[in-house]
Nanobody, 114 residues
Framework: QVRVVESGGGRVQPGGSLRLSCAAS????????MGWYRQAPGKERELVAT???????NYAVSVKGRFTISRDSAKNTVYLQMNSLKPEDTAVYYC????????WGQGTQVTVSS
C-alpha cells in the first residue's frame, strides 16, 4: 500500500509560483504511476497531472504549460511546480497513485489571491 504526505502549499498572489512535494511510502513507488489531484471548495476532486514510472507526463488542459510534475524515485517523492498561478487554482492539492488506489493524505492548501 502507498501512503503519502503532501507539503509546500501556501498563499500566493496571482502570477506567483509554488512547488508542492509528495513524500510516498511503499516499496513499489518506483514502478507505479503517480498523480496530483485538487479539490476546490464546492467542487469534485479533479486530476491535475500524472507521471508514469518512466517519466511520461500528462496534464489537465487548465494547467498545461504552467504546471510541471516530476519525480525522484531515489527519494520516493513526487513534485508539482506551479507557475503563473491563477485564483482558479485555489484548492487543496493531493497526490496519490494513478489511478488513485492508494491512501489519500491530508493534502496541502494552495490559495491564490491578491
Amino acid at each position: 500500500q502507498v501512503r503519502v504526505v503532501e507539503s509546500g502549499g501556501g498563499r500566493v498572489q496571482p502570477g506567483g509560483s509554488l512547488r508542492l512535494s509528495c513524500a510516498a511510502s511503499g516499496s513499489i513507488f518506483s514502478i507505479i504511476a503517480m498523480g496530483w489531484y485538487r479539490q476546490a471548495p464546492g467542487k469534485e476532486r479533479e486530476l491535475v497531472a500524472t507521471i508514469t514510472a518512466g517519466g511520461s507526463t500528462n496534464y489537465a488542459v487548465s494547467v498545461k504549460g504552467r504546471f510541471t510534475i516530476s519525480r525522484d524515485s531515489a527519494k520516493n517523492t513526487v513534485y508539482l511546480q506551479m507557475n503563473s498561478l491563477k485564483p482558479e487554482d485555489t484548492a487543496v492539492y493531493y497526490c496519490n497513485t494513478h489511478p488513485p488506489w492508494g491512501s489519500w493524505g491530508q493534502g496541502t492548501q494552495v490559495t491564490v489571491s491578491s
